[in-house]
Every structure is written in C-alpha cells, then in structure tokens.
C-alpha cells in the first residue's frame, strides 16, 4: 500500500516562500504520476498541480502558476512544491496525492497524504 506524507508547512507572511515535501513509500515511486492539492478553510478541495513519472512534464493551476513549482527527486522518493510569493489565499491544507497514470485531470487518485497545514498572515 502506497504512503504518502507531507511537511514542510507552516506560517509565514505575505510575500514569502515554503518549500512542501510529499514522501512516498510502500510501492515503485516512478511508476505513479504525483498532484498536489490543497483544502483552504471552508472550501472545496483545489487542485494545485501535477508532475509526471519522470518530472519531464508538470501542471500547474492558473491560479499559482509563476509563484509555485512541482518537481521530484526519484531517487529519494519524493515530490517536492515550491511556493513563492505566497497569498493570504494560499492558506490550506496542502495534500499530495498519486496516481498510475498521466493526467491533468482532479479525478482518479488512487492514494493520499494527510496533509500539511500552510497558513499565510496578511
């Protein structure tokens, strides 16, 4: 059974950066595609972003492109989320998820992590 679990959240102010890590274990890492999501505060969950097997192609939502970056270690099994220029907006709980195949869809995630709590103060 897949493993999933995140860190590196936490509070920061308006304009700065976190770096999310999602480690994986329990299965072959570079046989699945990793997401990103996140769950802001009486909200519907939201996807953030998707990296291939290989990290050869990524995607990210409209509403964090060019603040945020996926990309993954597969030798440490491991996916990463940089965010820079973080938004009170941003504050959620931030989940990574994995899937077996390629898509840039939100549906068809077949293990998720708990989650790892980013708030950003104004």
């Known amino acids: 059974q897949v493993r999933l679990v995140e860190s590196g959240g936490g509070v920061v102010q308006a304009g700065g950066s976190l770096r999310l890590s999602c480690a994986f274990s329990?299965?072959?890492?570079?046989?699945?595609?990793m997401g990103w999501f996140r769950h802001p505060p009486g909200k519907e969950r939201e996807f953030v972003g998707v990296?291939?097997?290989?990290?050869?192609?990524?995607y990210l939502a409209q509403s964090v492109k060019g603040r945020f970056t996926i990309s993954r270690d597969n030798t440490e099994n491991t996916v990463f989320l940089q965010m820079n220029g973080l938004k009170p907006d941003d504050t959620a709980l931030y989940l990574c998820?994995?899937?077996?195949?390629?898509?840039?869809?939100?549906?068809?995630?077949?293990?998720w992590g708990q989650g790892t709590q980013v708030t950003v103060s104004s």
């Open positions: 998820a994995a899937r077996t195949t390629w898509s840039v869809g939100t549906s068809g995630y077949n293990f």
């Open positions: 329990g299965r072959t890492f570079i046989s699945y595609t």
């Open positions: 990296i291939s097997w290989n990290g050869g192609s990524t």
